[in-house]
């Protein structure tokens, strides 16, 4: 089946710093990824739709300097969180749906636990 | 705009009993898709089954049914044999008409199976 390949699973950093989130669609192309966010014991929260080949759609409220997303292939979008915050730090997971979309699930990655001190 | 509700934050389960996790949605489109996913505490989204607006039957996949009630908005998730596995978070969610949109979750239900 479709494979979502994320990393890094956990991250910690300075506040003040970035970091950068991988996506990787391993058997199937992925023109379109979601990034969703999730507060503790809260549900996930669309942030953005990455389309390969061109600017991300964001939703409202995410800030789009803040969240930069790239998805320059097929395969991969990347998501960097730029001059981290402690209130930046959340749940970062990634989505993206196999061939024959329709009823096809998206398939998730295992998720970015990122720690900003 | 579509929205799903789950109105259940916690439910509790004997092993091996049969459970019920609620869900209703609000959409204007014909055409949907509905999903639940699992997230246990290590954070990963399990897909677990999908009802199509315009299918006849309840999907069913192993332990997991779906009761589909369109007129009443609702696709209530429902699991048999609960075992001590099945304590997760449990998520529904829906799509739009549009194949490739993302998809809106609900708050969650916190599921947990007890020995």
């Known amino acids: 089946g479709a494979v979502v390949s994320q990393h890094p699973s956990w991250v910690i950093c300075k506040s003040g710093t970035s970091v950068k989130i991988e996506c990787r669609s391993l058997?199937?192309?992925?023109?379109?990824m979601f990034w969703y966010r999730q507060f503790p014991k809260q549900s996930l929260m669309l942030m953005a739709t990455?389309?390969?080949?061109?600017?991300?759609?964001?939703e409202q409220g995410v800030e789009k300097d803040k969240f930069l997303i790239n998805h320059a292939s097929l395969t991969l979008s990347t998501l960097t969180v730029t001059s981290a915050h402690p209130e930046d730090s959340s749940f970062y997971i990634c989505?993206?749906?196999?061939?024959?979309?329709?009823?096809?699930?998206?398939?998730f990655g295992n998720g970015t636990r990122l720690t900003v001190t | 705009a579509q929205k799903i509700t789950q109105t259940q934050p916690g439910m509790f389960v004997q092993e091996k009993e049969a459970v019920t996790l609620d869900c209703t949605y609000d959409?204007?489109?014909?055409?949907?898709?509905l999903f639940w996913y699992k997230q246990p505490s290590s954070g990963e989204m399990i897909f677990l089954i999908y009802?199509?607006?315009?299918?006849?039957q309840n999907a069913t996949e192993g332990r997991y049914s779906l009761n589909f009630q369109k007129a009443r908005k609702s696709a209530n998730l429902v699991i048999s044999a609960s075992q001590l596995g099945d304590s997760a978070m449990y998520f529904c969610a829906m799509r739009g008409p549009s194949g490739n949109t993302p998809l809106v979750f609900g708050k969650g239900t916190r599921l947990s199976v007890i020995a």
């Open positions: 990455s389309n390969e080949g061109s600017k991300a759609t964001y």
């Open positions: 989505s993206a749906r196999g061939t024959g979309v329709g009823n096809s699930p998206l398939h």
């Open positions: 959409t204007s489109d014909p055409s949907y898709g």
């Open positions: 009802q199509g607006s315009y299918d006849q």
């Open positions: 058997d199937f192309q992925a023109t379109t």
